[in-house]
C-alpha cells in the first residue's frame, strides 16, 4: 500500500472521535481514589479479585493491563482505562451513525455529501462525550462507558448484517458475534440484559422467519454463554484468597448468591405519583444534551422514520425496557433513584446517534438552499454565454467556503455548549478528598487498632490505601453490614476462625448486636475504634466515645464527664479542598466527606465547652463554621447553652 493510500483510508474523523474525547477526559482525570465504589473497584482490579455482586468480572479483566503502566498510581491507572472505555464509547457514537447514515439515508453524491456524513458523525460522538452522565463515569473508575462501548458494537453489526442480508448475502456471523459481545457485556454490567429485546426486535424485524432456524438459534445461544463465560474469572480467581474477595465465590450456591444480588437488603416501597415521577426522570435526555440535543433527536427520527423503522421501534423498545426495570421491578426509593441514572448510559449513546442523523438532515437542508441561492442567478439563458461558467465558477467557491463554516458549526456547536456547562462539574483532577479522607482516617489511629466502617465511602478508600498501597498494614479494617456473612469473616482468619458470629446470631441478628458482639471481642487484644459513619448510625449502648479527629475509641462507659477530644490528631491531617481551598468536586459524598469534618469539629468544640475549656472550643467551633458556614447558628446555640455567649 502506498503512502498517499494509506493515508486516503485512514478516516480522520473517527480518529477525532475518539482524541479529543479522551484528551478532555484526562484532563479532568481523578488523580487517585475517589469515593462510592473507587477504592474497592480499584482493589479489585488490582489483585485480579471480585468486586461487589455481581462482580463485574469483564471491566476487571480490561482494566487490570493499565495497572502496570509506568505512570501515576493505580488508581490513577484505572482511572485511565475508564477514560480511554468512555472515549471508545464515543466510537462507537460515530461508527454506529455513519453505518445509518450509508445503509439507510439518503445521501447527496460527491465528496461533500460524505464529509457531511462525516461531520454530522463526528458532532453526535462529541455530543455523547461531553453529556454530563458519560463525563463523570469517565474521569475515575466505572464500568458504564465498557459496557455501552460493547453495546455500539452489537448495533453496529446487526445493522451490517441487516444491509448484507437484505442484499441477499447471509452473514450469520455477524449475529454470533453479537450474541457473544451480549455475553461478555454481562461482565461489565448486567443491565445489558435489559437491550435484548431490542436486539432480537432487530433481527426479527429483518426477516420474521429466522425464528424458525433452530440451528441459528443454537448458535446464538451457545455465543452468549460463551462471552457469558467471563464470569469463571470469578471462581477461578477465589482459589487463589485474592486481596478483595467479595462473596468468595468458590461453590454455585456463592456465584448465585453474588450474581443473582442476593446481599443486599430489599426494601418495599409504596410508590406515589412522585416518586414514580422522580423515577422516570432517571432517563434524561435534556439534562445530557440540552433542549437542542432533543430536539436533533426528534429531528433525526422524524427525519429517517421510514429509512431507520426498525433502529426507531428498537430504540424505543430499550428506552421502556429499562424503564420497566427500574420504575416496575426495581421500584427504586427515592432517595436512591440517583444511582440508577448510571444505567442509562448505553440508551444516550444510542439518544445521541439520532442526534446525528438530525444533524445530517438538517445540513443537507442547509446545503441544498445555499447551492440553489448561489448558482440560481447564473443559470443557462441569462444572456451572456460566457458569464454562466466564470458564475458558476465562483459560486461554487463561495458555496464550498459557505458548506465548510457550516460543517464546522455543525461539529463544534452542540459538544462546545455542552463542554462549556459540564467542565468544571466534572473536573476531577484535583480530587484528594476521598485519598486523604483514607490517609487522615489512618492518622487517627494507633497502632494495632481494629476500626470498624459502615458506609461504602468511609471504607472503600480506606481498603485501596490499605490493600494497593499497602498504608497502615497494622489495622484490621472491619466492614459492619458485612460481618453477618461468613465469606467476609472467613477473609479474616486470624480474628473471627472461633468468635461468636459464627454461631449463627450473626445471620438474624440485628447489625447492631452483631457490631457490639464484634467489639467485645476485638476490646480485648487491642484498641477499638469506630468512623464517623458508624458512630451516627448505630447506638452503642454500655460503650464511651473518645474522639480522635474524625474516628472514635470505644471504651468502657463510665459515669461522669465526657471524655476531652484529641484535638492534637487535626495536626497531622491533610485538608486539601477542606480548609483551604474550595471543594473540588461535588458529587454527594464529597460534600458529605467535608461536613464530616465540620461536624466533627463542631463535637469537639461542643465537648470542650461542656468540660468548661472555653478558649479551645471556641476555636474548634470556629473551624466547623470555616469549613461548613451552614453550622454557624448550630455554633452559637451550643455557646449560649453553655453560657459562653461571643
Known sequence: ????????????????????????????????????????????????????????????????????????????????????????????????????????????????????????????????????????????????????????????????????????NERPGDVYLGAFLCGLGMGAHQTMVLLLPSIAFLVLYTDWRLITRFREQVLSVTSFWLGF????????????????????????????????????????????????????????????????????????AVAFRRQCTAFIIAFGTAVLTFLAFIVGYQNT??????????????????????????????AGTLAESISRRLWSPFSPGSGDEREPGRGRTVAGRLAGLALCGMLLLLVVALPALQCAANYQPNNQRKNYLAYDYAQNTFRSLPHGTALFTWGDSGAFPLWYLQGVERMREDLSLLHVPHLQFDWYLDSFPDLFRDSVLRSGLAASAPLRDVLLMAMKEQAANRPVF????????????????????????????????????????????????????????????????????????????????????????RAELRLAETIDPDLRQEARRILLEHGAAR
Open 530 to 617: 469506630v468512623d464517623f459513619s458508624t458512630r451516627y448510625s448505630v447506638e452503642l449502648p454500655g460503650s464511651a466515645l473518645r474522639q480522635q479527629g474524625i474516628c472514635y475509641q470505644v471504651t468502657e462507659s463510665a459515669q461522669g464527664t465526657p471524655h476531652p477530644p484529641d484535638t492534637d490528631v487535626w495536626e497531622l491531617y491533610s485538608l486539601r479542598g477542606v480548609l483551604t481551598d474550595p471543594v473540588p468536586f461535588l458529587d454527594l459524598d464529597s460534600i458529605k466527606a467535608v461536613r464530616i469534618y465540620a461536624y466533627s469539629r463542631l463535637e469537639a468544640g461542643e465537648t470542650l465547652v461542656s468540660l468548661g475549656r472555653m478558649g479551645e472550643g
Open 333 to 362: 426509593p427515592a432517595e436512591t433513584v440517583f444511582l440508577t441514572e448510571e444505567f442509562f448510559t448505553p440508551l444516550y449513546l444510542l439518544a445521541a446517534v439520532f442526534m446525528g442523523l438530525g444533524l445530517f438532515a438538517l
Open 1 to 168: 500500500m502506498s503512502k498517499n493510500t494509506f493515508f486516503n483510508s485512514v478516516d480522520t474523523f473517527a480518529i477525532l472521535s475518539v482524541v479529543v474525547p479522551l484528551s478532555v477526559y484526562l484532563l479532568t482525570l481523578a488523580p487517585s481514589v475517589t469515593f462510592f465504589d473507587s477504592g474497592e473497584f480499584i482493589a479489585a482490579v488490582s489483585s485480579l479479585g471480585s468486586a461487589h455482586s455481581p462482580g463485574y468480572p469483564l471491566f476487571i479483566n480490561y482494566a487490570k493491563p493499565f495497572c502496570w503502566l509506568p505512570f501515576g498510581n493505580i488508581a490513577f491507572r484505572v482511572n485511565f482505562a475508564t477514560a480511554l472505555s468512555a472515549a471508545l464509547a464515543c466510537l462507537g457514537v460515530y461508527i454506529l451513525t455513519l453505518r445509518l447514515l450509508t445503509d439507510e439515508g439518503p445521501v447527496p453524491g460527491g465528496r461533500m455529501g460524505e464529509l457531511l456524513k462525516k461531520a454530522a458523525a463526528l458532532a453526535a460522538s462529541l455530543a455523547f462525550a461531553f453529556s454530563p452522565r458519560l463525563w463523570l463515569q469517565s474521569n475515575h473508575d466505572k464500568p458504564y462507558p465498557l459496557l455501552a462501548f460493547l453495546a455500539a458494537l452489537v448495533f453496529w453489526l446487526l445493522l451490517r448484517w441487516r444491509t448484507e442480508y437484505r442484499l441477499g
Open 229 to 300: 463465560a467471563v464470569y469463571l474469572h470469578q471462581p477461578v480467581r477465589a482459589t487463589r484468597d485474592p486481596l478483595m474477595n467479595w462473596g468468595d465465590v468458590d461453590t454455585l450456591s456463592r456465584f448465585l448468591w453474588h450474581f443473582l444480588r442476593k446481599g443486599y437488603p430489599v426494601e418495599r416501597v409504596d410508590r406515589d405519583l412522585a416518586l414514580l415521577l422522580k423515577q422516570l426522570a432517571a432517563f434524561n435526555i435534556v439534562h445530557e444534551f440540552t433542549a437542542a440535543g432533543l430536539f436533533l433527536l426528534l429531528v433525526g
